[in-house]
């Protein structure tokens, strides 16, 4: 039989029990030592805990120098564990009242600053304006401008039902009466037979024929015919392309109107404008160049190549006799043979003919007693009692007649009196 005798400092690793031996009887040898330090000479047991018998708390003895066993008795009693489990609830008890109270005192602390904020926020916030003693003179002035305010509210008048801005005779005042533009809006009108554009402009309450001349890019309003469609706008104005570089201070300054209006009638979010964008100008007018030539009532040159002028208007000497002091009723305009003559104006073809002075010629009546005589041509392609507009090929360039070359002679009439082509035409000598 082998007897053990055990150190009284056990310690534990991984729930094993480890005992250090001092002395064991075995074999019928009984041995005793000291306990040096750091020997690997003296034998050590593991205990193992024995879930089997866990109340007991009884553990198997292994001795690593012999085959034997022995029962022991484990070191920490029972008595001692729920010592230690009782101490530990008193510890969770003592931290958790500690907490609420440290809870409590912050709750409470708090809960004054916090109803401060509140009331200063309602009184400065939610409550009637007051204003200090100091502000007097301005109180005055603030009164006296909204007593003005409602005075004029008061003239103008207002209906508390549909709130609508009324006249002294209780008639609704338009966004313009007040000031304030409408964004623009398009409808499709069809052309019925014997409109003009001006019955088309008075029938939708515009005031200016240049508002759907300009929209409609009506080259020609007497070309306008029945079954055409044309965009009338809701309102008086034209249409401005962005160039590059413009921007709406430069566009509005073109057309002298107020910036705000552009961006309300276009209904516009930003002021950059991507050139090409398409701009409505309230109230804009259409430039009095483009304008007249749309009526019909400017001329246009009779010429689109290049040429120039061989013979002005007026006194000359005659190149065919050499007569000095000749009277030229208008001019000569040198271009190759074969070049188109265009229609200055628009109207109706009086004559069409040949004479030994002009030869091949061709006249057209306009309005407003004018009328244009085209001669020397190689070819006439206008008819008698035709209506041309503006720009129509009536003949071709040549050297009929008493000519010395190609070239076009123009003259124009003003109640059966000669006038400069060149001053009508506006027209530099090439």
Same mark, same amino acid.
């Given at each position: 039989m082998t007897v053990f005798q055990f150190s009284k400092y056990p310690f534990y690793f991984d729930d094993i029990l480890y005992m250090e031996i001092i002395s064991y009887v075995g074999g019928g040898v009984a041995a005793r030592t000291d306990r040096p330090q750091k020997s690997k000479n003296y034998p050590t047991l593991n205990l193992r805990k024995n879930t089997e018998r866990r109340h007991e708390r009884a553990f198997a003895?292994?001795?690593?120098?012999a085959s034997d066993s022995v029962l022991l008795e484990s070191p920490v009693s029972v008595e001692k564990s729920a010592k230690r489990k009782k101490i530990r609830r008193e510890r969770m008890s003592t931290r958790a009242f500690f907490f609420m109270t440290f809870m409590t005192l912050l709750v409470l602390s708090v809960a004054p600053y916090t109803v401060f904020k509140y009331r200063l926020y309602q009184d400065t916030h939610m409550g009637p304006l007051v204003l200090d003693s100091f502000f007097s003179d301005e109180v005055s002035i603030l009164n006296s401008e909204m007593r003005k305010f409602a005075m004029d509210l008061s003239n103008? %008048?207002?209906?508390? =039902?549909s709130h609508n801005v009324l006249d002294e005779e209780g008639n609704i005042l338009s966004n313009a009466d007040l000031g304030f533009s409408d964004v623009v809006t398009f409808k499709t009108y069809r052309v019925k037979d014997g409109e003009t554009i001006g019955s088309i402009r008075r029938k939708f309450s515009l005031?200016?024929?240049g508002t759907l001349i300009n929209v409609n890019k009506i080259e020609n309003v007497r070309n306008l015919m029945a079954g055409q469609k044309l965009k009338i706008p809701s309102q008086d104005g034209i249409l401005h392309k962005v160039g590059n570089g413009e921007n709406l201070t430069s566009i509005a300054t073109k057309y002298n109107v107020p910036i705000e209006e552009?961006?309300?009638?276009?209904d516009l979010e930003t002021d950059i404008l991507a050139p090409g964008k398409e701009l409505f100008i309230p109230g804009a007018m259409m430039d009095e160049t483009e304008y007249r030539k749309s009526l019909g009532e400017l001329f246009a040159c009779p010429l689109? %190549?290049?040429?120039? =002028?061989?013979?002005?208007?007026?006194?000359?000497?005659?190149?065919?006799?050499g007569v000095a002091g000749s009277n030229h009723n208008g001019i000569d305009m040198a271009i190759s043979a074969g070049t188109k003559i265009k229609?200055?104006?628009?109207?109706?073809?009086?004559?069409?003919?040949y004479s030994n002075v002009y030869g091949n010629y061709v006249i057209i009546n306009h309005l407003n007693g004018y009328q244009s005589l085209y001669a020397h041509m190689s070819k006439t392609l206008a008819r008698q009692g035709q209506k041309v507009g503006q720009g129509t090929v009536i003949g071709l360039v040549g050297s009929t007649g008493m000519s010395t070359g190609p070239h076009l002679h123009f003259t124009i009439y003003k109640n059966g009196k000669a006038v400069d082509p060149q001053k009508i035409l506006n027209l530099k000598k090439r």
């Open positions: 003895v292994n001795a690593l120098s103008a %008048g207002i209906s508390s =039902l005031a200016n024929d552009i961006l309300d009638v276009n689109s %190549g290049k040429w120039y =002028l061989s013979s002005p208007f007026g006194k000359r000497i005659n190149p065919i006799t229609s200055t104006m628009s109207g109706d073809v009086a004559y069409v003919g």
